[in-house]
């Protein structure tokens, strides 16, 4: 999980959407305050030890239901444009 926060660091997500967490998942939204931040899209992003994977989820809030998941080992440039682009659809 370190090494996703440096990506987002070096990758530049870091300054355009705000974090929050909780002992599971990291959050991200484009809003820094509750509560808009669940009012409008989300991702969170998991990570299971056991199978040595990431799981992003993506959130659509005016709905309230999850759209998708994704699992990958590796989160990849073309999974940041995805969640910067999920983020961005209000």
């Given at each position: ?8 660091l ?46 992003i ?9 999850w ?24």
């Amino acid at each position: 999980m370190l090494e996703l926060v440096k990506l987002f660091l070096t990758n530049g997500i870091s300054e355009l959407f705000f974090p929050s967490n909780s002992h599971a998942a990291l959050g991200l939204s484009k809003f820094a305050n509750y509560p808009l931040r669940t009012e409008h899209n989300m991702v969170f992003i998991s990570y299971d030890q056991d199978e040595d994977i990431f799981k992003i989820y993506f959130y659509r809030g005016k709905k309230n239901d999850w759209l998708f998941k994704k699992e990958t080992t590796v989160v990849e440039d073309k999974d940041i444009n995805r969640i910067k682009y999920w983020l961005n659809l209000i």
